[in-house]
């Protein structure tokens, strides 16, 4: 059975407009995609029409403020917290979903933090952080992130040496593989093409901006239900940092790590990462 894709704009809190997609039989619980830095909802195309997924869950996801086909504040007000947390809102309210399931990969991850500080507790049923940043704290950036993709960020941002812009761009892309010779070109072309979007003067705002864990803690003492997915060959993040956080705050967690994994287990182990989220899924929904 094939299923289309309803695409959309929803105006967040601010009027910035928020791009979001929807795959799937809305009447089935909903689970909230969010990619990571640089990229887009086109990470998760093939999850978003995966038969197994969409059998029992009505799947959406949305480029976050500052990437791909939605609104590039470049002001840090642009880029408070509540503000993410609002767009966040503005997808669920246009899709007409009922506290979902956030997921949330590598900088999307975060987000849960200002879901968890700006909305209300319902607004979520459960949590799935993939290779996340747990939230964004300079001391946080510092024990998670490696030094292989924070050498990266000058050239990300650089609004002056298009040879570096491009060279980074390139070195971004293959450190999410195992195997990045081995992706075919399409798709790291198509990835590559996302990571070119957003706008250089902002990649500081979107990474800096400052975040309050305390409602996330909250979230997580009060039996927030979290799958935490880690791997050992992340190049961008590390596993054990990731894990500490959240056995420190989470009272009900799942941790699934991969020590051959990669920063996107969803790519590079696709049936173990489906079948782990429709077995969470079948958990929090009942």
Not at 2 to 29: C, R
Not at 211 to 226: E, R, S, V
Request: aromatic content about 10%; charged content about 20%.
């Amino acid at each position: 059975m094939t299923h289309d894709t309803t695409q959309a704009f929803f105006a967040s809190s601010d009027g910035t407009l928020i791009y979001a997609e929807a795959v799937g039989n809305k009447h089935l619980p909903g689970i909230v995609f969010l990619h990571g830095l640089a990229l887009t909802s086109l990470v998760w195309d093939k999850l978003l029409h995966d038969p197994r997924l969409l059998e029992l869950f009505y799947m959406v996801a949305y480029d976050m403020r500052g990437h791909g086909r939605s609104g590039k504040p470049e002001t840090p007000e642009g880029h408070a917290s509540k503000l993410y947390a609002d767009d966040f809102a503005a997808v669920c309210k246009g899709f007409g979903l009922k506290s979902p399931i956030f997921n949330g990969w590598s900088l999307g991850g975060a987000v849960l933090a200002d879901i968890t500080s700006h909305l209300n507790p319902n607004a979520i049923s459960g949590a799935i952080l993939s290779n996340p940043m747990p939230y964004l704290d300079p001391a946080v950036v510092t024990a998670v992130a490696k030094p292989e993709i924070l050498d990266l960020i000058p050239g990300l941002s650089t609004t002056d040496d298009v040879a570096l812009a491009f060279e980074s761009r390139f070195k971004f892309i293959d450190t999410l593989f195992i195997n990045p010779e081995r992706v075919p070109v399409q798709t790291k072309w198509a990835w590559m093409a996302s990571a070119a979007l957003p706008k250089p003067q902002t990649f500081g705002l979107m990474i800096s901006r400052p975040q309050d864990p305390t409602g996330l803690f909250k979230a997580g003492k009060d039996g927030l239900p979290l799958l935490l997915f880690t791997s050992g060959k992340d190049r961008h993040l590390r596993a054990e940092a990731e894990q500490e956080i959240a056995r420190t705050h989470f009272t009900d967690l799942t941790v699934l790590h991969i020590e051959e994994g990669s920063h996107t287990l969803f790519y590079d182990f696709n049936d173990k990462y489906v079948g782990e989220i429709i077995e969470f899924g079948k958990r929090v929904f009942g």
